[in-house]
């Protein structure tokens, strides 16, 4: 299931993101501090990892092995932060695998992947609402901060086809990459990948 050309795919592709993760986990520290309202905007990095990975390869686990691998780096360089790389790389990535886990990795339109990052944005923004004490914030506060939440996975996951579309376009993936729809009734097609419309 995982030979070795598929698994150094994950590999580079989770340590450039970690690479990121190491980033925005510093300014993530310094936001929440002084500007709470708008810490979700960076918080779709952290889907970079499994989104590309995902679009490019079209398989089941790639988005665990690559969020796994993005967190480990991050806390390379930053081991104070482990648990929260290590952490947030492996909870989007297992959420990441879910919608395409619905098919049996049969279908990976690109309708599927900006409504799970919508929905998985809203959980995330849930899920440290008090931890940024968001709840001593006015109504319009809370909506600018799940708003936040809401839009910056979907950004980070267009970036994130934009880049995996990129690396299509270069062949790195051929011959390891399954197709977009290969449910028995489709049209089978390794097309280069739609950005936003199926």
Not at 140 to 157: D, E, Q, R
Request: hydrophobic fraction near 55%; aromatic fraction near 12%; proline fraction near 4%.
């Amino acid at each position: 299931m995982f030979n070795t050309r598929l698994l150094m795919t994950c590999a580079a592709i989770g340590v450039g993101s970690g690479l990121v993760f190491t980033a925005a986990g510093l300014i993530n520290g310094i936001v929440s501090v002084t500007v709470p309202i708008i810490y979700g905007l960076s918080i779709g990095v952290y889907f970079l990892p499994g989104v590309i990975a995902q679009s490019l390869l079209r398989r089941p686990g790639v988005a665990l092995i690559t969020g796994l691998i993005a967190g480990l780096v991050g806390s390379a360089v930053n081991p104070a932060f482990i648990m929260r790389y290590l952490g947030t790389g492996l909870a989007i990535g297992l959420l990441q695998e879910l919608p395409f886990a619905v098919t049996k990795y049969r279908y990976w339109r690109a309708w599927v992947f900006y409504l799970a990052a919508a929905i998985m944005g809203l959980v995330f923004g849930g899920s440290v609402f008090f931890a940024v004490g968001m709840e001593h914030f006015a109504g319009w506060a809370n909506l600018v901060y799940f708003g936040m939440f809401g839009i910056s996975p979907i950004l980070f996951t267009w970036i994130g086809r934009l880049i995996a579309s990129g690396l299509d376009r270069t062949g790195v993936a051929r011959g390891i990459q399954n197709h977009i729809d290969s449910r028995q009734h489709a049209h089978r097609s390794n097309s280069p990948l739609p950005m936003m419309a199926a």
